[in-house]
């Protein structure tokens, strides 16, 4: 059922990519992720993202994700969370403001071995309340689906530990309710993204990539090409 899922929204991402107006972009994003262990069955999740605005000129968006997972084998948890997001806008000839979005989101994650490299598929499902221009806020319903592998490169024979590799990820954004709140369409966004990195013990990994975003907009599409620095840690 879940690779059913996954495949259905990988087809619908390159459906979408048609000619249409679309404009360019060139930003910047700084990623933390943090998974703490409580328990052998609990655990806590906190990601902080900061995006800037085309062409590095200012901060556009922050994103504070914290969530509480339950680990239920090795290879598999579940996290449920809260996101707060305040979105800095700018427009010629009108004041800059901040619209606010708060989120409520379920993931399921899921992970096995693919060459000498770690593949992970992650479900997350996100109910979006979205502040407008007009001071009201909006509902809408969100499924993503997104695909990691990383691959060291170096021997790990004894478990990859420490030293370089290369990640490749691949996530597919769904509008599935309230399409009218967001672009008018089903399909949202799709995030490709490569990158390198250094692993410096089990706890902290730092890598830099490249990702391109396409997004689907309700009268025009956008192409984000996003310089990412990134930085991982586990306790």
Do not use: C
């Amino acid at each position: 059922m879940m690779k059913r899922i996954a495949v259905t929204l990988i087809l619908v991402s390159f459906f979408n990519l048609i000619h249409a107006q679309t404009t360019h972009e060139q930003t910047g994003w700084f990623f933390f992720l943090n998974s703490t262990r409580i328990n052998e069955k609990w655990g806590v999740h906190f990601d902080l993202q900061l995006r800037s605005h085309d062409e590095l000129d200012g901060l556009r968006h922050m994103l504070v994700r914290p969530g509480l997972t339950y680990h239920i084998k090795p290879n598999q948890n579940a996290t449920v969370g809260y996101l707060y997001t305040p979105t800095f806008t700018r427009s010629v000839g009108t004041p800059n403001t901040t619209l606010t979005e708060h989120r409520i989101w379920e993931q399921y994650v899921i992970s096995h071995k693919l060459f000498s490299g770690n593949l992970g598929h992650r479900f997350r499902l996100e109910q979006r309340f979205i502040e407008k221009p007009a001071g009201n806020r909006v509902f809408a319903q969100r499924l993503r689906y997104f695909l990691r592998h990383v691959q060291p490169l170096t021997n790990t024979a004894g478990g990859f530990t420490k030293g370089p590799f290369a990640a490749l990820q691949n996530e597919v954004f769904a509008n599935i309710q309230n399409q009218k709140n967001t672009n008018n369409h089903f399909f949202d966004q799709n995030r490709a993204y490569i990158a390198a990195g250094y692993r410096f013990s089990k706890k902290v990994d730092v890598e830099a990539g490249y990702m391109n975003i396409f997004g689907k907009g309700a009268n025009a599409n956008t192409v984000n090409n996003v310089a990412q620095l990134a930085v991982y840690t586990r306790f």
